[in-house]
């Protein structure tokens, strides 16, 4: 079974786990801050443009020698995370509509990675692979209106 880092309510949010993902930690820690606290479709946007390289990620933490791009400071483009997030994004978004949220309400509670574990390349060229479990926990907003 699945663990979350979270002990949000179930019956009011949508979750969405990718355990063991061959991508790097660091950029999936920089695009999780990146999209947390948005709508889901701001935030499906975003990993898209991401993905098509029209806006860099801005890294914020792991920014050694990273390239400044403009108007935003040290960023890149990591497709290979961004594609997976895209990809998680949208099994979140199918989990709320089984539930019966609308899309349009929705908003990123929860966006967390974590580092898994890191097995050993065989061969001539040895060396460990970068990998993560990255969870994604949505939430229905209802604006409340003034009396």
Partial sequence: ?????SSIERKT???AYLA?????PKYCEEMCRYIRRRKLTRAKAIVSQIAAMEIPLPILVHNHK???KPGIGPGK???NVANAFSLLLANVEANAKNKGFTIDNLYIVHCNS?????????GRQRGKTK?????????EKIREEKK
Wanted: glycine residues 0%; positive net charge; proline residues 8%.
């Fill in 20 to 24: 063991d993902a061959n991508l790097s």
């Fill in 13 to 15: 949010t949508a979750r």
């Fill in 77 to 79: 483009y990591p497709l």
């Fill in 114 to 122: 974590h580092r898994a574990s890191r097995p050993a390349h065989m």
């Fill in 1 to 5: 079974m699945k663990q979350y880092s």
């Fill in 131 to 139: 990998r993560s479990h990255v969870e994604v926990i949505v939430k």
């Fill in 66 to 68: 990273t390239p400044h």
